[in-house]
């Protein structure tokens, strides 16, 4: 029977006794692992976009053809974060993210020495294949070793360490392209893929808990067993309403994101006369600095919200307390966005390109105020599958934000860059209202489809 607010769980000593197994410090050395993956994986993904004039340069091709090979990182990024996932449910996050890294490795050589758009898109693809279980593996390892009141804490962390390749990575990939060379960036990732695995065999423990993973349940198993696991199996979670409810929520808050930053160019530099391709540039670190920002303070936010709650409640646990540190809060979103589609287009001067910036910084803030504890209460109640439950809410998210993202510059064409901006802001909105309602009605949520809810003998 599920947990509601009129039956919360109660914490069992025994089941916490789990996450002592290992100390404080053996804690950070893992979270520190985990993030540094995600960093590189942040990095492989953002590095190409200031490439490609180069690549389309040295290979004798137009941008736009060379830009297919980005929409082939998101293809690779959605198919590898549900087989990675979902592996990872069967014999663990070390041996997949072992399994992982020379797909990086190799893609990230084959992408340096490619001489053709044919080698490039594979190798494009199976460089991203390697590295997109990052994201949801590091959410499946917080929830093996943080327990429930600290989780938050640490998704904040691994969050913002991740977060400083989306705003860091754009520069370095364009002062590598412009003063070294496209191919020796790749080759370089491709070094640092290398040092990953090589820290990782040596020294990143498995962090499942004890007989929870599939290879554990075998009644007998040689040295070598090889499984088939249907790697769409993560998309079957997605029929849980609540499931549903927080990958779309992720998915119209990280929109906004996409509309103020993809179509910079187009509205910041054309408005305030921004030709210079580095200054346009710059101008998503401040979001990339509020990302940051805000990734510290909802991971601590998320985990003060569900210890008050649960003390109102003498101890009790309901899962969809974690989402009020979200609600209200994360009306900055909506704000920020649709406050940067009327200035850039009423406020001229100096006086109008701050605002934005502050827009720019407000929204990383906001963003993140809203994705992780949606983020950490997709660990909570389903957290035997973490992984896979964060790869199917990241794959589905990719695939509609790369098709919503294709409509944004032709709606700023068509429509203008404020209401594209309100577009998006309301849409937010709509995001927010459904944070409320899940918190409101998440236990009946759960009732309704059973997909394996964590409890808390078992969270």
């Known amino acids: 029977m599920m947990a509601s607010e009129e039956s919360p769980l109660l914490v069992p000593a025994a089941h916490e006794a789990i996450y002592n197994r290992f100390a404080p410090h053996q804690k950070r050395w893992i979270l520190f692992h985990v993030s540094f993956v995600g960093l590189l994986a942040m990095f492989v993904q953002v590095t190409f976009v200031p490439s490609i004039p180069r690549i389309a340069k040295d290979l004798d091709l137009t941008d736009a053809v060379v830009s297919l090979a980005f929409s082939i990182s998101i293809f690779a990024n959605a198919i590898g974060a549900l087989i990675w996932s979902a592996y990872s449910s069967f014999y663990g996050c070390r041996a997949v993210y072992l399994w992982g890294m020379p797909f990086l490795c190799v893609g990230s050589c084959g992408v340096a020495l490619s001489?053709?758009?044919?080698?490039?898109?594979?190798?494009?693809?199976?460089?991203?294949?390697?590295?997109?279980?990052?994201l949801s593996l590091g959410f499946g390892v917080i929830g093996h070793i943080y327990e429930l009141e600290?989780?938050?804490?640490?998704?904040?962390?691994?969050?913002?360490?991740?977060?400083?390749?989306?705003?860091?990575?754009?520069?370095?990939?364009?002062?590598?392209?412009?003063?070294?060379?496209?191919?020796?960036?790749?080759?370089?990732?491709?070094?640092?893929?290398?040092?990953?695995?090589?820290f990782i065999y040596l020294s990143f423990?498995?962090?499942?808990?004890?007989g929870t993973l599939g290879i554990d349940k075998l009644s007998s198993r040689g040295s070598t067993h090889i499984a088939w696991i249907n790697p769409l199996s993560s998309l079957r979670l997605l029929r849980s309403p609540n499931v549903s409810a927080v990958m779309l929520v992720s998915t119209l808050i990280t929109n906004?994101?996409?509309?103020?930053?993809?179509?910079?160019?187009?509205?910041?530099?054309?408005?305030?006369?921004?030709?210079?391709?580095?200054?346009?540039?710059?101008?998503?670190?401040?979001?990339?600095?509020?990302?940051?920002?805000?990734?510290?303070?909802?991971?601590?936010?998320?985990?003060?919200?569900?210890?008050?709650?649960?003390?109102?409640?003498?101890?009790?646990?309901?899962?969809?307390?974690?989402?009020?540190?979200?609600?209200?809060?994360?009306?900055?979103?909506?704000?920020?966005?649709?406050a940067s589609g009327l200035i850039t287009t009423y406020i001229g001067g100096l006086i109008g390109l701050t605002l934005n910036i502050l827009c720019l910084y407000a929204n990383g803030v906001g963003v993140d105020l809203v994705l992780n504890p949606v983020t950490a209460y997709n660990v909570d109640v389903m957290h035997s599958r973490s992984a896979e439950a964060t790869a199917a809410c990241m794959a589905s998210r990719s695939l509609i934000t790369s098709a919503a993202t294709a409509l944004i510059i032709p709606s700023i064409e068509r429509m203008g860059v404020a209401w594209t901006d309100i577009i998006a802001a309301v849409l937010a909105v709509i995001g927010q209202c459904i944070v409320s309602f899940t918190i409101h009605y998440g236990d009946r949520m759960r009732a309704s489809v059973d997909v394996g809810f964590s409890t808390m003998e078992n969270n």
């Not at 969050?159 to 990939?173: E, H, K, R, W, Y």
């Open 150 to 198: 600290e989780r938050g804490t640490a998704i904040g962390t691994f969050f913002s360490i991740t977060l400083i390749g989306d705003s860091v990575a754009p520069f370095l990939g364009g002062a590598a392209t412009q003063y070294w060379s496209w191919r020796n960036l790749h080759y370089s990732i491709a070094a640092w893929g290398s040092l990953e695995m090589l």
């Open 256 to 338: 906004t994101n996409y509309v103020l930053l993809v179509p910079l160019a187009y509205t910041i530099g054309v408005r305030y006369g921004i030709t210079n391709e580095a200054i346009i540039g710059a101008f998503f670190l401040p979001n990339g600095l509020g990302s940051f920002v805000g990734a510290l303070i909802a991971g601590r936010l998320s985990d003060t919200v569900v210890r008050r709650w649960r003390e109102k409640r003498g101890g009790a646990w309901c899962p969809e307390d974690r989402l009020r540190a979200a609600w209200i809060r994360g009306l900055i979103v909506p704000l920020s966005v649709g």
């Open 115 to 134: 001489a053709s758009l044919q080698s490039l898109l594979f190798w494009r693809f199976v460089q991203m294949f390697g590295c997109a279980g990052a």
């Open 205 to 210: 423990p498995e962090t499942s808990h004890p």
